[in-house]
C-alpha cells in the first residue's frame, strides 16, 4: 500500500461508491469526487455518499472532472498520486439521444483527468472503459468465441457512441503513457451488478417493475447474453490493478469479467425466484446500440493478480434484492 490518498472520481456512483469503502477498509485516505448529476435519481447518489461521509481518512469534493482547471488543482493541492477514474456518462440508449452529455463526461473528463495526471506526477492512473468496446459479436452464443473477448481483438466497430467514448478514452491513454511515461491500466467491466446498483441496468428496472406487479420489457427477444458480474468481483480487480501499475510508460487493458455468460431470460427466472414473484413479460425487438452477448475472457487479469470471480448469478441477485428491499420499503 503506497503512501498518500487515493483519488476515486465518480465516487458517488455504484462502483466508485464500493472501490472508496474497500479503500477506506485497508486505511487508505479516500478523496471522492463526483458532480452528482441527474442521469438517474439523484437521491441514490446521495444515499451512497452518506455511507461514506463521516468515515476516516474520506473527503468528498463535488467537482466536474471536465473542468480540467479544477481537476488539475485538486490534484495537484492534494499530492495525490493514484487516481481510480470511474466517473462517466454511462448507458448505451441514453447517448443516442443525449450524445454531448457522453462528449463532455467521458471525452473532455478523460482528457482532464488525463492532463493532472502528467502535471502532478501521478504514478498510476487506473480508469473504467467497458465491454461494449468489443462491438456486436453474436458468434459467442454459438460457441465461435469459446475463451471470451480477449484484450488483442479487434475493438474498432462500436455499436454506440457510449462505446465509442470508451474506446476512444483508451486510444487517448495510450497516446498519453507512450508520450509522458506514466502507468495506466484500463478496465473493460462487464455488466456490473449487485447492491447499490444504477437504476438504468436491466436487473434493477425488473425489481422495479416485477414487484410493482407492472410487465417488463424483454429486449432481444430474450436471445442476448451478458457476463454479470457481480460488484465484489469487479472491486477485487479495480483494487488489485491497482496495486499492480504497469512499468513506467506502460499501458495496460484488462477484461473484468466473470467468464460465464448467462441468457438474458435465464437470468430473468433467477431474478424472479429470488423476488418470490413472476414476470409478465413482454417481447420487444432488439434496440439500437444494444450487443447480443458479451463473454470475458479474464485470462490476462488472472495472470496478473489471481483473479477468480467468486459470486455466481444466484447468490449476487439475492443479495441485490435483499438490499433492495430494505433501501426500499414497502
Not at 87 to 104: C, D, M, T
Not at 143 to 172: C, H, I, N, W
Not at 209 to 233: N, S, W
Request: glycine residues 10%.
Amino acid at each position: 500500500m503506497s503512501a498518500g490518498p487515493v483519488i476515486v472520481t465518480g465516487a458517488a456512483g455504484f462502483v466508485g461508491l464500493h472501490v472508496a469503502e474497500r479503500l477506506l477498509d485497508r486505511g487508505e485516505t479516500v478523496i471522492g469526487v463526483d458532480v452528482f448529476n441527474d442521469y438517474y435519481d439523484p437521491a441514490l447518489k446521495a444515499a451512497r455518499a452518506a455511507r461514506l461521509d463521516g468515515r476516516p481518512g474520506f473527503s468528498m469534493v463535488r467537482l466536474d472532472i471536465a473542468d480540467a482547471a479544477a481537476f488539475l488543482a485538486l490534484v495537484r493541492d492534494s499530492g495525490a498520486k493514484r487516481i481510480v477514474h470511474l466517473a462517466a456518462q454511462a448507458g448505451v440508449r441514453y447517448s443516442i439521444e443525449n450524445p454531448f452529455a457522453y462528449q463532455r463526461s467521458n471525452l473532455a473528463g478523460h482528457l482532464s483527468v488525463l492532463e493532472a495526471a502528467r502535471h502532478n506526477g501521478v504514478t498510476h492512473l487506473v480508469y473504467a472503459s467497458s465491454s461494449s468496446v468489443y462491438g456486436d459479436r453474436p458468434q459467442s452464443l454459438a460457441g465461435g468465441d469459446s475463451a471470451g473477448f480477449t484484450e488483442t481483438d479487434a475493438v474498432d466497430a462500436p455499436v454506440s457512441l457510449y462505446a465509442a467514448t470508451k474506446r476512444a478514452d483508451e486510444l487517448m491513454s495510450i497516446s498519453y503513457a507512450k508520450l509522458y511515461a506514466f502507468p495506466m491500466s484500463g478496465l473493460r467491466f462487464f455488466t456490473v451488478y449487485g447492491p447499490w446498483g444504477r437504476p438504468d441496468m436491466a436487473y434493477y428496472g425488473f425489481t422495479q417493475k416485477i414487484l410493482a406487479g407492472e410487465p417488463i420489457e424483454v429486449y432481444g427477444e430474450g436471445r442476448m447474453a451478458r457476463d454479470f458480474t457481480y460488484i465484489d468481483d469487479i472491486v477485487d480487480g479495480v483494487i488489485g490493478v491497482l496495486d499492480n501499475p504497469p512499468p513506467s510508460g506502460g499501458h495496460e487493458i484488462y477484461n473484468i469479467g466473470d467468464n460465464d455468460p448467462v441468457g438474458l431470460m435465464d437470468m430473468i427466472t433467477t431474478l424472479e425466484a429470488a423476488l418470490g414473484r413472476e414476470a409478465v413479460k413482454i417481447m420487444r425487438p432488439m434496440q439500437p446500440g444494444d450487443v447480443t452477448a458479451t463473454y470475458a475472457d479474464i485470462s490476462k487479469l488472472n495472470a496478473l493478480i489471481g483473479y477468480r470471480p467468486k459470486v455466481k448469478l444466484k447468490e449476487g441477485l439475492g443479495r441485490f434484492v435483499d438490499w433492495y428491499r430494505s433501501f426500499y420499503p414497502g
